[in-house]
Nanobody, 123 residues
Framework: QVQLAESGGGLVQAGASLRLSCVVS????????MGWFRQAPGKDREFVAA????????HYSDSVKDRFTIFRDNAKNTVYLQMNVLKPEDTAVYYC????????????????WGQGTQVTVSS
C-alpha cells in the first residue's frame, strides 16, 4: 500500500519561507500526479498546488500563485512545496496527495494522502 509522509511544517512569522517535503513509498511515484492541499480549522480541504508526473506542468490556486512553488524529484520519490512570503491566512494543516487519474484540484480524486504537517504563520 502506498504511503506518503510530509515534513517541514512549523511556526513562522509573516513574510518568512518554509519548504514542505513529501516522500512516497510503496507506490509508482513517477506515474502519479502529486498535489498539495491544506485544511484550516472549521474549513474544507482546499487545493493549493499540483504537478504532473514529469514535472513539466504545474497548477496553483489563486491564493498562492506567485508565492508558492511545487516541484518534484522522481529519483527521490519526493515532492516539495516551497512557500515564500507566508501570510497568516496560509495557516493550516498541509496534506500531500497522490493521484493516478482524475481532476488535479479535486481532493476526492486522490488515491492516497499523508498524515499532514502543520504550518502556522503569525502576524
Amino acid at each position: 500500500q502506498v504511503q506518503l509522509a510530509e515534513s517541514g511544517g512549523g511556526l513562522v512569522q509573516a513574510g518568512a519561507s518554509l519548504r514542505l517535503s513529501c516522500v512516497v513509498s510503496r507506490g509508482t511515484f513517477s506515474l502519479a500526479t502529486m498535489g498539495w492541499f491544506r485544511q484550516a480549522p472549521g474549513k474544507d480541504r482546499e487545493f493549493v498546488a499540483a504537478i504532473d508526473r514529469s514535472g513539466d506542468s504545474t497548477h496553483y490556486s489563486d491564493s498562492v500563485k506567485d508565492r508558492f512553488t511545487i516541484f518534484r524529484d522522481n529519483a527521490k520519490n519526493t515532492v516539495y512545496l516551497q512557500m515564500n512570503v507566508l501570510k497568516p491566512e496560509d495557516t493550516a494543516v498541509y496534506y500531500c496527495g497522490l493521484q493516478y487519474s482524475g481532476i488535479y484540484y479535486y481532493h476526492a480524486h486522490y488515491d492516497a494522502w499523508g498524515q499532514g504537517t502543520q504550518v502556522t504563520v503569525s502576524s
